[in-house]
């Protein structure tokens, strides 16, 4: 590998390492006018259900209230609308199909909404802030001003600090945020479990049976992420002049789960919602405390919306990113044909029934990771940040982010060898 390659890795290497250390440092700058000491006593009593999993998200920057409180969620609610939208409008169907500039165009809409989203949440997060006892210092009109314009700052400056990591980093931005987050909670969680473990709050027994189903559940995410179906494909003989070519044989990869983490994240987010436009009211509001109830975990509605999200996120995840009939018609275009199968529509079928196969598989094994341990959360004092979905987030974007790694450097080699022989000639 040359110099210059190795050089362009590591600087995209340290660029998101810097990123990611501004980030972190955000989620330690409060919001002005807060009462840090009434903030501590409230948080300790909220960190279960939606808010507990909102602070991860966000890094601990809700239980710190700070400037990246939101976290990253307005730009993923955005981008969950926006996608929905491709699927249904007519307008936006058509920004996607007109390629980069489509793209680009999509890209700032999803800003806008940004924008749109965080403001809202914002404003109700003032409010909720202000409905809490002797937790804001200064209420008033001037308090909900500066809170709404720090955190729409705050988001917005996050979005962009994730943009430059997938453009100038090493790519995966927005998902590296999360991870960063998630990553930097789990020593204060491990410590809180020996904690709960020293105190009697949990049996030395539990301790040890819970470090084993994380590590079962760690190897039987990286098993699942890695396992394909290969769909053999062959291409005819052709002869031209007197050579023959062709006559080959490849595989079409489907993935068990095309759709990645983005469904636990998407379906998340949206859980989300139901806190943060019910304005935050973390106080001892009856209409809250009764919403809430709900939503924590171990409870049959939080279990249903969850389930529902991620299976249905899955699927259109995956139609939105894998055409069958796109891929059918390249293989006509280039003499390929799945042996038994005809080529076109038929071919297009076949591989719409066996990804739907796939990503049904793909659906469960998602819902199974992201709620099995949600039951133990639920009955046990365990943290929430080793919990299902922080668990699948932390290795599927680990798996990425070295997957890209490898490709940047096989690339290079690449671009070395061929440089090298058209020297040798």
Known sequence: ???????????????????????????????????????????????????????????????????????????????????????????????KSQGEQGRQKITQITRYGTVILATIQGFGLAVGLESSANLVISPGMYF??????????????????GEQITQRGIGNGISLIIFSGIVAEIPRALVTTFELGRTGAISTLMIIGIFVLLIITIMFIVFMERALRKILINYPKRQMGNKIYGGDSSHLPLKINS???????????????????????ISESETFLNITSYFSQGQPLYMLLYASGIIFFTFFYT?????????????????????????????????????????TIGALYLTLVCLMPEFLIANYPIPFYLGGTSILIVVVVAIDTVTQIQTRLMSSQYEQLIKKTKFGK
Do not use: C, H
């Not at 759709?259 to 139901?274: E, T």
């Not at 006509?332 to 990503?359: C, V």
């Open 1 to 95: 590998m040359s110099s210059s390659s190795s050089s362009d890795l590591k600087n995209r290497v340290l660029f998101t390492i810097l990123i990611l250390s501004i980030y972190r440092l955000g989620t330690f700058v409060p919001l002005p006018g807060i009462d840090p000491d009434q903030l501590s006593t409230l948080m300790e009593s909220n960190q279960k259900g939606l808010l507990g999993m909102f602070n991860v998200f966000a890094g601990g920057a809700v239980s710190r209230m700070a400037i990246f409180a939101l976290g990253i969620m307005p730009y993923i609610s955005a981008s969950i609308i926006v996608q929905l939208l491709t699927g249904v409008s007519d307008y936006f169907k058509n920004l």
């Open 259 to 281: 759709a990645g983490v983005i469904p636990a994240i998407f379906a998340s987010a949206l859980l989300l919602l139901p806190v943060t436009f019910s304005n935050f009211n």
């Open 319 to 359: 139609s939105i990113t894998f055409n069958p009939n796109e891929t059918a018609e390249n293989l006509r275009k280039y003499g390929g044909f799945i042996p038994g199968i005809r080529p076109g529509e038929s071919t297009a079928l076949y591989i719409d029934n066996i990804l739907t196969k796939l990503t």
């Open 144 to 161: 909900k001003i500066s809170t709404v314009t720090t955190i729409v700052a705050g988001t917005v400056f996050l979005m962009w600090l």
